[in-house]
Every structure is written in C-alpha cells, then in structure tokens.
C-alpha cells in the first residue's frame, strides 16, 4: 500500500471526516485517539478488529492498552509524519469501534 | 482468581523462575518486559493469546505495541504493586511467545 504524503491543510481537513475524539499531535505528525470501552473483552476485541484492518493496509498502530482503555498513535514512520495511510486507518479503527 | 500480595524478597524468588528478559521495576510495583518478534503479525498473535489468559484470570496487562515490539507491565492496580497474579501472568506470556 503506498503512502501519499499530505500536508497540514490537508491533514485538518480529513481530521473532521474522521469525527469526535480523533486530534492531530502539536508536531503535526500523527493522530492520535483514546478509545474506551465498557472492559477489557471489548477493548480487545477492538484490537483484534483493527489489527486485520492494519495487517490489510500493511500499516500498523503504536498503541497502548490498560483493561478498558487503547490509546491510540498512528504515523507513517518511514515518511516522518502523517499520510493516506493513517486516516485509512483510522477510518477502520472507527468502524472496528462502532456498536462496541 | 484472588491476589495474594507477595513481598520483595518472594518477588525476587519468582522473577528467577520467569527466566530472561522480566525484570521488576525501580519502586518495585510491576514485572516489565519487552518482547520483540518478527513481524506485526506475530507480535499480534502473541497479544491473542496473552488477552485469552488475562482473561481467563481476571487479570490484565498494561501493554505497548508498535509493529513487531510489546512492551509489557504487570502490577496489581487494587493492591498498589505486586501479586501472584502479576507472575502467573508472566508464566502464561511466556508460553504464549513460546515459538514465535
């Protein structure tokens, strides 16, 4: 999957498609997101649904997890901040979310 | 599952039987390690099969995962610091890198 770098404009705009909880760090170089959930058998399970997504789009997560709670950071390292790649993946991490 | 809380010079005892790479932090509250593995894919299954066990044992971990890296730390949150179920856990995340 390739990553189309994006710029500051760019990044804000797409910041809004992605809704409520979703910010972009002070450096501009990820998204960053806290998840949480009523225990632990849902915020894995959370995990376990965003994790296919990211192994698909070949882009992972930098996440923590304490029960209830996955914060989440999402950055292309190899681009030394934000791309395509990381609102697809937050867009997925939305969905993988949804209903829980 | 009940925590029986163990003291320092237990804690010590039992880090021995953990083997390489566990180590009990500075103020001694928490069991840590990092584990390292191929790829996202098998960092990924080792987190699986590591949230199965917490699970099971009504005790979970405090985790950092980027890519083929988790960080993890094990404390006892309700006693303030170390229990059988910090080491119990730790044998069970041992078994679950096992081969990967």
Same mark, same amino acid.
């Given at each position: 999957? $390739? #990553?189309?770098?994006?710029?500051?404009?760019?990044?804000?705009?797409?910041?809004?498609?992605?809704?409520? !909880?979703?910010?972009? =760090?002070?450096?501009?170089? =990820?998204?960053?997101?806290?998840?949480?959930?009523?225990?632990?058998?849902? #915020?894995? !399970?959370?995990?376990?649904? %965003? &994790? *296919? =997504?990211?192994? $698909? *789009?070949?882009?992972?997560?930098?996440?923590?997890?304490?029960?209830?709670?996955?914060?989440? $950071?999402?950055?292309?390292?190899?681009? !030394?901040?934000?791309?395509?790649?990381?609102?697809?993946? &937050? $867009? &997925?991490?939305?969905?993988? %979310? &949804? !209903?829980?």
């Amino acid at each position: 999957m $390739k #990553a189309i770098e994006i710029d500051a404009t760019e990044a804000r705009e797409r910041l809004k498609e992605l809704g409520e !909880g979703w910010a972009i =760090s002070e450096d501009g170089k =990820s998204l960053q997101r806290d998840f949480k959930f009523r225990n632990f058998n849902e #915020a894995f !399970g959370f995990m376990a649904r %965003s &994790a *296919l =997504s990211a192994e $698909k *789009l070949n882009h992972h997560p930098d996440w923590f997890n304490c029960w209830n709670r996955v914060n989440v $950071k999402l950055t292309t390292h190899d681009k !030394g901040g934000l791309t395509d790649l990381d609102f697809r993946l &937050a $867009k &997925a991490m939305n969905r993988a %979310s &949804a !209903g829980l």
